[in-house]
C-alpha cells in the first residue's frame, strides 16, 4: 500500500454499514493501519441540519433538493477538515466512511431528483479507492432496524426502500470510472465480514 487508502461502506439503513466499519477497523487496527472511522453526514452545521430533517419529516419524498443541497455541503467539508487532511498524513493511513456520494446519489435520485442533478452536484468530489455497497433486501434492513431502534426515519419505510435498493444497484452503470463492490450484506454477520475482508486485503 502506496499512499492512503478511501474506503466506504454504503447501502440502505440497517445493510449492517456501522456494524462492519467496527469490525474493519478492529481488523486494520490489530494490523498496524492508522485508521479513521467517520461517517456522513457528519456532526458538522449542515450535517446536522439534515439530521434534523431526518427526523423531524414523515414523508420521504419531501424536501429532496433541500437535502441535496446540505449533503453536498457537508461533504465538501467533510473531505476538507477530516478526509483528506487525515490521507495526506505520513504513514499508512485508512479512511472508513459511512455513506457518502452514492447515498445521496441513490436517496435524492429516489426522491424524485434526476439523475443529471445529482450527479452534477456531487462532481469532483474525490473518488474512494474502493466503495462496498452493502446490498439486502428492504425487508430485511426494515426487520434489522426494528429489533435495534423504536424510532423509524424519514426514508426507512418499505416502498422508498425498494426503490432506494434497485437505484443503489444502478450506482456501478452510471459511475463506471468507481470503483464498486456490491456486497451481499443478507448473510450473517460473519459471512459479510469476511467478504469485506477478502476484498480488502486485495488493497494493503
Ligand atoms: N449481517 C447481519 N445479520 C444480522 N444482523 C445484522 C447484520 N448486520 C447488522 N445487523 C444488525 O442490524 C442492525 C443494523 O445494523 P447497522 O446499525 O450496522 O446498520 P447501518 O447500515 O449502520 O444502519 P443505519 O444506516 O441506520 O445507520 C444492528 O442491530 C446490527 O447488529
Ligand atoms: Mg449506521
Not at 456501522?18 to 487496527?29: C, G, N, P, Q, T
Not at 478526509?83 to 505520513?90: C, M, R, S
Request: charged share 35%; glycine share 6%; hydrophobic share 35%.
Amino acid at each position: 500500500m502506496a499512499k492512503g487508502l478511501f474506503i466506504v461502506l454504503d447501502g440502505l439503513d440497517g445493510s449492517g454499514k456501522s456494524v462492519m466499519i467496527e469490525r474493519l477497523k478492529r481488523y486494520l487496527d490489530s494490523k498496524g493501519y492508522r485508521i479513521l472511522a467517520t461517517r456522513e453526514p457528519t456532526d458538522g452545521e449542515y450535517g446536522r441540519q439534515a439530521r434534523e430533517l431526518l427526523k423531524r419529516e414523515k414523508d420521504p419524498m419531501a424536501n429532496a433538493q433541500k437535502c441535496l443541497e446540505l449533503y453536498v455541503k457537508d461533504r465538501k467539508e467533510h473531505l476538507e477538515k477530516t478526509v483528506l487532511p487525515f490521507l495526506k498524513k505520513e504513514g499508512s493511513n485508512i479512511v472508513l466512511c459511512d455513506r457518502y456520494y452514492y447515498s445521496t446519489l441513490a436517496f435524492q435520485h429516489t426522491q424524485g431528483l434526476s439523475w443529471e442533478n445529482v450527479l452534477n452536484a456531487n462532481k469532483g468530489f474525490e473518488k474512494p479507492d474502493v466503495a462496498f455497497i452493502l446490498d439486502v433486501p428492504p425487508e430485511t434492513a426494515l426487520e434489522r432496524i426494528s429489533k435495534s431502534r423504536n424510532q423509524k426515519e424519514k426514508f426507512e419505510q418499505l416502498e422508498f426502500m425498494k426503490k432506494l435498493r434497485k437505484n443503489f444497484l444502478q450506482l456501478p452503470e452510471l459511475l463506471k470510472e468507481d470503483t464498486i463492490r456490491i456486497i451481499d450484506a443478507s448473510k450473517g454477520k460473519e459471512e459479510v465480514f469476511k467478504q469485506l475482508k477478502e476484498e480488502m486485503d486485495k488493497l494493503l
